[in-house]
């Protein structure tokens, strides 16, 4: 099994830059009658558009504990991230800035993560991600040495920094 979740998230990122046009594609949600981001996308993708807006609102606007910055900053041994969103979601629209803020006070470099936007059926369009099991979104998925180590889901228990705090130490 850990061997399988480390060949998982090396696909995952082999799958990123081979199929770089494939990144931040849309598509339009005919329910919202809206334009969502679908599969493999990055930070830049998600400035923009309307989630962008809320991206740049709650990006700006939070402040996360300094305590568990530094302590995250700190940590010994790499993390990955898979991070999976809807464009269409609240909660997504207000936890991934979040993350981004606390990702870039701690210093976390953006080739640690791996975004992922699905649909409101949480489906990845062309992209199959079954075997993460997200029922809900966003889910920050953190891994070890190839190995999910834990998940934040929608959203934190105490606060995003103290969650991802606890699941890396």
């Not at 090396?10 to 598509?27: E, P, T, V, Y």
């Not at 700006?60 to 991230?81: C, L, P, T």
Request: proline share 2%.
């Amino acid at each position: 099994m850990k061997t399988s979740l480390w060949f998982t998230i090396l696909a995952i990122l082999f799958s990123l830059s081979l199929h770089a046009q494939n990144i931040n594609k849309k598509i339009t949600d005919s329910e919202l009658n809206q334009e969502i981001l679908i599969g493999y996308c990055n930070r830049a993708a998600l400035q923009e558009g309307e989630f962008g807006e809320y991206y740049l609102q709650e990006y700006e606007n939070y402040d996360a504990d300094k305590q568990f910055i530094e302590k995250i900053y700190n940590v010994e041994g790499s993390v990955d991230i898979v991070l999976v969103l809807g464009t269409w979601c609240q909660d997504s629209q207000e936890q991934v800035p979040r993350f981004y803020r606390i990702m870039d006070d701690a210093k976390v470099p953006d080739d640690v993560i791996v975004v992922i936007c699905v649909d409101r059926n949480k489906t990845g369009g062309e992209l199959s991600i079954e075997h993460l099991g997200i029922e809900r979104v966003p889910t920050f998925i953190v891994y070890r040495g190839g190995e999910e180590i834990g998940r934040i889901i929608e959203t934190p228990e105490a606060s995003l920094e103290e969650d991802f705090w606890t699941i890396i130490k």
